[in-house]
């Protein structure tokens, strides 16, 4: 069994120090990350906006905000072996992220199912390497990243990163420009 800081994780919940707050919802990714919901407060709809932050396994981890780096270099890493799978996939989150509808009330919110998992763990399972993230880890974040930026009108850093991404992967872009695309307060 997986142990965690207990400063962060109580009692099957992940909590944020400060200010104080238990997530909204706890999940756990197939390597033992835990993901959490929080509260947000910005955006046109702040009482259903909300932060995503992650506590990696370890009685000394910290709860961090997932940057995009982690799942995008796990998606690049994949490329030289599975080129086709990753533009593939890529695709499909482009169309989720388009036909998606964000969350309307917090109770929708509080009970939200991932839409995605099971058929990308299902259709891609064989591109799992050891040592990267699991593909539960990327589509729960992918997921969860597309749902809160749809909710706010005129946020378009996490699509353009998608869509840099699959560029990367046709060979249309080079590595700088996906990692650029993927830096907090990216401004294309």
């Known amino acids: 069994m997986k142990e965690y800081n207990p400063k962060y994780y109580i ?20 390597e033992g990350i835990k993901i959490g919901m929080f ?6 709809f702040p009482e259903i906006d909300f932060v ?3 506590l990696k396994p370890g009685i000394n981890e910290k709860l961090i905000p997932p940057l995009h780096s982690f799942w ?13 799978e990753v533009i593939q996939i890529l695709e499909y989150y482009i169309a989720f992220y388009e036909a998606v509808n ?33 593909l539960d880890y990327v589509c729960k974040i992918i997921e969860l990243f597309c749902l809160n930026e749809k909710r706010n009108e005129g946020a378009y850093m996490f699509l353009y990163l998608l869509n840099t991404l699959l560029r990367y992967a046709r060979k249309e872009v080079d590595y700088i420009t996906v990692i650029q695309a993927s830096q907090p307060g990216f401004r294309r």
């Not at 099957?12 to 999940?27: C, D, E, F, V």
């Not at 690049?76 to 086709?84: A, E, H």
């Open 102 to 134: 964000p969350f309307q009330t917090p109770e929708r919110r509080e009970n939200y199912n991932f839409q995605t998992l099971d058929y990308i763990k299902n259709k891609f399972n064989h591109i799992e390497q050891e040592h990267t993230l699991s």
């Open 39 to 44: 509260q947000g407060n910005r955006g046109q």
């Open 11 to 30: 009692e099957g919940s992940l909590w944020q120090l400060r200010p104080k707050r238990k997530a909204i919802n706890t999940y756990t990714t197939d």
């Open 52 to 54: 995503v932050k992650i």
């Open 72 to 84: 995008v270099v796990d998606l690049m890493m994949k490329i030289p072996d599975f080129n086709r």
